[in-house]
T-cell receptor
Framework: ETGVTQSPTHLIKTRGQQVTLRCSSQ?????VSWYQQALGQGPQFIFQ???????GRGNFPPRFSGLQFPNYSSELNVNALELDDSALYLC???????????????FGPGTRLTVL | AQSVTQLGSHVSVSEGALVLLRCNYS??????LFWYVQYPNQGLQLLLK??????LVKGINGFEAEFKKSETSFHLTKPSAHMSDAAEYFC??????????FGSGTKLNVKP
């Protein structure tokens, strides 16, 4: 069984640019959540997608957007990058039946984004 | 806003000693609570979760946590630490609006 994979592993962008991060969920999982983990901090919830619809959102501005595809893979898009966007971005999938928070999440290794 | 607070950013124990990692939650409704472990350069792995069933929750690798509503706590314990337990541990909560919130993490060091 293939676990959650994320690409790219590392990425360097400059302020004002746009970035797209990708996540392939574990086989059979229909829910994907995205998190931002700044250095030395805990993950911050960005949003969750369940069956291609946004199913919950944290306190992130609209320039953070996402997509979930019919095969349940997902993208995180960030526009107008700021220096504070530098972080590890984690994707997690779960075999949700309801899209709720009680389903166990399986995390990918993350994408390290550096904004210069 | 709902949140979880982890007391102690670093905890050091000797191998074989009790592990106690503290987590308090702030919530006006019964939360769903989780403990995750993160090894260097890896994603998070679920240790255990509380979803309003039994208040004492047993997880993987010998860890357990007890939900105490009167103390708004969900502390993680393990009777005997192993060297392989050295990692960063995160307490997390979830609410009925599908929002998750993580604590700032506790790095556990295990001394030989």
């Amino acid at each position: 069984e293939t676990g959650v994979t994320q690409s790219p592993t590392h990425l360097i962008k400059t302020r004002g640019q746009q970035v797209t991060l990708r996540c392939s969920s574990q086989s059979g999982h229909n829910t994907v959540s995205w998190y931002q983990q700044a250095l030395g901090q805990g993950p911050q919830f960005i949003f969750q997608y369940y069956r291609e619809e946004e199913n919950g959102r944290g306190n992130f501005p609209p320039r953070f957007s996402g997509l979930q595809f019919p095969n349940y893979s997902s993208e995180l898009n960030v526009n107008a990058l700021e220096l504070d966007d530098s972080a590890l971005y984690l994707c997690a999938s779960s075999p949700a039946t309801t899209g709720g928070v009680t389903d166990t999440q399986y995390f990918g290794p993350g994408t390290r984004l550096t904004v210069l | 806003a709902q949140s979880v607070t982890q007391l102690g950013s670093h905890v050091s124990v000797s191998e074989g000693a009790l592990v106690l990692l503290r987590c308090n939650y702030s919530s006006s409704v019964p939360p769903y609570l989780f403990w995750y472990v993160q090894y260097p350069n890896q994603g998070l792995q679920l240790l255990l979760k509380y979803t309003s069933a039994a208040t004492l929750v047993k997880g993987i690798n010998g860890f357990e946590a007890e939900f105490k509503k009167s103390e708004t706590s969900f502390h993680l314990t393990k009777p005997s630490a192993h060297m392989s337990d050295a990692a960063e541990y995160f307490c997390a909560g979830g609410d009925n609006f599908n929002k998750f919130y993580f604590g700032s993490g506790t790095k556990l060091n295990v001394k030989p």
